[in-house]
């Protein structure tokens, strides 16, 4: 059983997909920040800095009506926290584009790569060898 298990982690496919999860998650923080650092200020300042993060209805307790979310979480209320949910997807839709873009502009790279390259088209450069040996062969049958 422990040689099986060793030939399965040694396979091409599980060590490829090791990699991706490892790339992956190195490249989800790099999306995330610039997401977060970059792309929502630049819509803020289209939205007038429209936020909803803060944005929630209390279900119970007791919570002054200008306290933020995580005042509200800290005071032990319940809460309905729409706002986050909105930014969460918002943000997904974001993060979901510019790797649509990116895996788009991958694409186009490997396929020019992977493009057979143009042939030359065949210059006359003069008999082959072969042509000149059976000319040499065709004089010698002559004499």
């Known amino acids: 059983m422990l040689s099986e298990f060793k030939d399965f982690i040694a396979k091409g496919n599980v060590m490829d997909m090791a990699v991706g999860i ?3 998650a190195a490249f989800t923080a790099i ?3 610039l997401v977060s650092d970059l792309i929502n ?3 803020g300042l289209f939205t007038g800095g429209l936020d909803f993060t803060n944005n ?3 279900l119970s307790g ?3 009506s200008n306290a933020s979310l995580e005042a509200a979480r800290e005071v032990g209320a319940s ?3 729409y706002g986050s949910f909105i930014m969460a997807v918002i943000n997904f839709l974001i993060i979901a584009l510019v790797v649509f873009m990116l895996v788009r502009y991958v694409n186009k790279v490997k396929a020019i790569a992977e493009r057979p390259q143009e042939v030359a088209p065949d ?3 003069g008999p082959s060898e072969l042509d000149v040996l059976l000319e040499i062969r065709d004089q010698l049958k002559k004499s």
């Open 22 to 24: 490892i790339i992956g």
């Open 31 to 33: 999306v995330s920040s």
């Open 41 to 43: 200020p630049v819509i």
């Open 56 to 58: 929630y209805v209390v």
């Open 62 to 64: 007791e919570v002054s």
């Open 79 to 81: 809460v309905f926290a």
């Open 123 to 125: 210059i006359p450069t």
